[in-house]
């Protein structure tokens, strides 16, 4: 048991260390794939590769590549730790305001570029290849927080009645976002269409008049900006009152062209740095990228602001912007879009919201008079909810985004980069992964910004590639040690000027082919060039390397390796030593050509303490009897010998009970153990104690049987303790013998009796039936005698007539 044991323990030791390695060397894997000729490419390699710049650190053999490898190989291979480059990234926060706490109607007014909602608001992160970095963000919505409202008009002659109840918008609206902000602003803008056939009609008649009948309408318009944001809500009322119902040809409106200078012409607006609503007023479609061309415009809209005498200029020159390009502006401009659309156009500007992030539709009543709580409920909408979105991606960049939002909901991927349901006053959370996936070429620093969608303020983070060691800073160029000064010794190796090579720059390009060189790297009396297990590189040889990267060529001439020693249960030195250099060098209490030998004599132990039984030495943990006739694992059994019992038996006779065969010689030949006698086989020793016992049931002279147990102790003395009394047998009982022999005579007799007339009654029915079947199957002959003349006579009398 103890042996089995024993070895389980072992091979679960040795299972540990493969499984240990394996998972160690697939990581070095990597690195030594990525056949890196400096620290900075090795570090490049991934997140787990280190480069050892030990100066000595390199074997015969072994290109500089193999100083990069995973950081637990490398310590294995005698590279102390202070010689591992192993730079990693780091994060450092620069800018770190808290949110601002802020309550509605508070004494302390602060300025809208005084108040925070997210945090931090700037940082570095220096990235490591592989490696990522975790950005933590916090949002907070403000309460009372500035707003600026910019409400965008249709004013085709459809808009008309829409028109008159928008002309008390101003105070009313005013008096209601009261309850939401201390701090709001207000404008106006309009829009009909490009001012080009066939959107409307060029007839001097009708661009002064574009309505029917007595309709008194203004000119026709692509955008104009009535009033820009102000906080006096009479100066809205006063200037959206003399507004005047223009007119269109067709049913689309150009309205994108007055989205895109409301976006871009940010001074002429008014916009600040606060919550930027845009409220679009309209009750049909829109026209977009593409639709110009009707009006023989093809130039695409450039983005940039075109207003004069707040006019927009150039509707008859750049074509409608596309959604995409509004979606770009709008989002680069912080302006949330509120759609206030009749039911009929409900449809289609609810796929347009989404395609806009953070934009809202809501149903406008056929005369806006419900357009101030379509206005609140939208912004509610929008506010309840933040996006957060990133900047360019800098080539080789990635970022994922984890959300912690109210009440415990959590989500990851495009998901994970809002919450919504959020209150003012809520704090919810992010968690940012930036992960570089290679070097820029130039190395040079980029800066990312991530910021809430809707809101002005940014997260500007800046990013600093850890392309190169420290080391290389600290190289020697033209250093003697790489072949006078034909390189630069840094992180304990030659980079080679151009046109030289070898591990110590030792040559030029042009001699690495010559003959003369190959033939340093020759054994004696061998035409192979490093053992065919490489290449000659400037007379020396740099072995090649194995698909399988945990095996490896070594050696002046590649002759070395690290798999061809002998193997033991399918393992390389039997698991339990190193191969080097074809030579198994076995781990201690091993030896062998397979460190397959144990020393350990454990298994060899038997239970009574003693190495084989005494009988035998042990070798590689297995007994090796000396005495042919014993075997087993430590040397036990003997097939041919007699017994414990057996042996002794006859002195156990003559000593208890003076008796038996050796009843004369007792005294010279039986004094070798100490006897014991016990009354009864209950009190003899039972097994379980420390020293090994045997129990014997032997017949002495008398054919009695006696019982007794032999043992030896710890220091080598035998013990016998028999039982006192022997068992004999008691003689027959003659009377019962004899009447069960005559019992058994009369029943058998009987027996016999019975069979015998059981089958006489067989016999005779058988042939009673017989006769039986003969006597029912016999037939008489029914021929008459040809002499027979029968006794009767017949006589007729003549005179009988019959009556």
Request: proline share 4%; glycine share 8%.
């Amino acid at each position: 048991m103890a042996e089995t044991s024993l070895k389980l323990l072992t091979w679960a030791g040795v299972l540990c260390c493969l499984i240990w390695n394996g998972f160690a060397q697939q990581g070095g894997s990597d690195c030594i794939k990525a056949n890196a000729k400096s620290c900075g490419e090795c570090i490049q390699a991934g997140p787990n590769c280190g480069w050892c710049k030990k100066t000595d650190f390199l074997q015969e053999g072994e290109p500089t590549s193999a100083r990069c490898d995973d950081l637990a190989a490398l310590k294995s291979k005698g590279c102390p730790m202070e010689d591992i480059e192993n730079p990693r990234g780091s994060k450092q926060v620069l800018e770190d305001r808290e949110v601002t706490n802020r309550k509605i109607g508070a004494a302390e007014k602060l300025k809208p570029e005084a108040i925070t909602q997210i945090q931090p608001q700037k940082l570095v992160l220096k990235l490591r290849v592989g490696e990522p970095q975790t950005v933590s963000l916090k949002f907070k919505r403000a309460e009372d927080y500035p707003i600026d409202l910019y409400y965008l008009m249709d004013l085709s002659y459809s808009m008309k009645d829409d028109l008159e109840n928008v002309k008390s918008l101003g105070t009313a609206l005013m008096l209601e976002m009261e309850k939401i902000t201390s701090d709001f602003r207000i404008g106006f803008g309009s829009f009909v269409e490009k001012t080009v056939m066939p959107y409307i009609s060029t007839t001097p008649a009708k661009l002064r008049n574009p309505c029917t009948g007595d309709q008194n309408c203004t000119s026709p318009f692509s955008y104009k900006n009535v009033l820009s944001l102000t906080s006096e809500g009479n100066k809205f009322n006063e200037l959206v009152g003399k507004q005047h119902i223009s007119g269109n040809l067709d049913s689309p409106e150009g309205g994108f062209d007055a989205i895109m200078q409301v976006a871009v012409c940010g001074e002429q607006i008014g916009w600040r740095n606060v919550t930027r609503l845009l409220v679009f007023s309209t009750d049909a479609g829109f026209h977009f990228a593409g639709d110009g061309k009707l009006g023989g415009i093809v130039l695409p809209n450039d983005g940039k602001c075109h207003l004069e005498n707040n006019m927009y200029t150039m509707s008859h020159y750049y074509d409608y912007p596309s959604i995409a390009h509004l979606v770009q502006k709008l989002s680069e401009n912080n302006i949330q879009t509120i759609f206030a659309v009749t039911e009929e156009f409900q449809a289609v500007y609810k796929e347009l919201k989404n395609l806009i992030p953070k934009s809202a539709v809501g149903t406008l009543s056929s005369n806006s008079s419900n357009v101030i709580q379509l206005i609140i409920d939208a912004y509610n909408s929008l506010s309840s909810e933040v996006i957060l979105e990133n900047t360019k991606l800098p080539k080789g960049v990635t970022i994922s985004y984890k959300s912690f939002c109210k009440n415990g909901v959590n989500d990851t991927q495009e998901d994970g980069r809002k919450c919504s349901n959020i209150s003012i006053g809520d704090e919810v959370r992010f968690e940012i992964n930036v992960t570089a996936n290679e070097c820029p070429k130039k190395g040079q620093n980029e800066t990312i910004k991530i910021k809430p969608l809707g809101f002005t303020e940014e997260v500007e983070i800046n990013l600093q590639f850890i392309c190169e060691c420290q080391c290389q800073s600290e190289g020697e160029p033209n250093s003697p040690a790489c072949h006078e000064g034909n390189g630069t010794f840094e992180c304990g190796a030659c980079r080679c000027n151009e046109g030289r090579i070898g591990r110590l720059c030792e040559c030029s390009t042009d001699e690495v082919n010559s003959e003369d060189m190959d033939a340093y790297c020759r054994r004696e009396n061998s035409t192979e060039i490093c053992s065919n297990n490489g290449e000659c590189i400037c007379g020396q040889c740099v072995c090649k390397k194995r698909e399988n990267t945990n095996e490896v060529y070594s050696g002046k001439y590649c002759e070395c390796d690290n798999f061809n020693c002998d193997r033991s249960n399918g393992l390389i030195c039997g698991g339990n030593g190193i191969c080097k250099c074809r030579v198994c060098e076995c781990f201690p209490n091993f030896t062998g050509s397979a460190c397959d030998c144990s020393l350990d004599t454990t298994p060899c132990m038997a239970s009574n303490g003693q190495i084989c039984n005494g009988r035998g030495t042990c070798e590689c943990g297995t007994c090796n009897c000396t005495d042919p006739k014993f075997q087993g694992p430590t040397c036990e059994m003997c097939q041919t010998c007699l017994g414990v019992c057996a042996e002794h038996k006859d002195c156990v006779q003559c000593r208890a009970f003076d008796k038996g065969e050796k009843k004369e010689t007792c005294s010279q030949e039986c004094m070798h153990f100490n006897m014991t006698r016990v009354e009864s086989r209950d009190k003899l020793p039972q097994p379980g104690q420390p020293d090994p016992l045997s129990h014997c049931k032997e017949k002495d002279v008398d054919d009695c049987w006696f019982y007794f147990t032999y043992s030896v102790n710890s220091n080598g003395e035998a013990n016998v303790h028999v039982v006192e009394t022997p068992e004999c047998p008691s003689g027959p009982d003659i009377i019962p013998i004899v009447a069960g022999v005559v019992a058994g005579i009369v029943l058998i007799g009987l027996a016999l009796l019975l069979i015998w007339k059981l089958l006489m009654i067989i016999h005779d029915r058988r042939e009673f039936a017989k006769f039986e079947k003969e006597k029912m199957n016999a037939k008489w002959d029914t021929g008459e005698n040809p002499i027979y003349k029968s006794a009767v006579t017949t006589v007729v009398n003549p005179k009988y007539e019959g009556k």
